[in-house]
Nanobody
Framework: VQLVESGGGLVQPGGSLRLSCAIT????????MSWYRQAPGKERELVAGITSGGVTTNYADSVKGRFTISRDNAKNTVYLQMNSLKSDDTAVYYC???????????WGQGTQVTVSS
């Protein structure tokens, strides 16, 4: 199982970024996916989640109305569109999947997002 994030970078406050997470080695469309983030000195926190079919999503209060999670099951990819970025959004962003057959979480390597002027 491999999860590879991309799309991070440096952006000014108010700007946008789209993160991608490409997944290999399992039937992607069967599983819910999540994005997490971890800022320096803070615990990792859930940012957004999406069900296997993409119908239901959930968001942390801090990103509601600014971030959108989506998925393309044909491309085995989950996305996080981030708009109106703030300095507080600066963190390493990770995608995650829980595989019940293996009874564990799988994480990507993370992608750095820095919001600064």
């Amino acid at each position: 199982v491999q999860l590879v994030e991309s799309g991070g970078g440096l952006v000014q406050p108010g700007g946008s970024l789209r993160l991608s997470c490409a997944i290999t080695a399992f039937t992607f469309s069967r599983y819910a996916m999540s994005w997490y983030r971890q800022a320096p000195g803070k615990e990792r926190e859930l940012v957004a989640g999406i069900t296997s079919g993409g119908v239901t999503t959930n968001y942390a209060d801090s990103v509601k109305g600014r971030f959108t999670i989506s998925r393309d099951n044909a491309k085995n990819t989950v996305y996080l569109q981030m708009n109106s970025l703030k300095s507080d959004d600066t963190a390493v962003y990770y995608c995650k999947v829980y595989l019940p057959g293996y009874m564990r979480d799988y994480w990507g390597q993370g992608t750095q997002v820095t919001v600064s002027s």
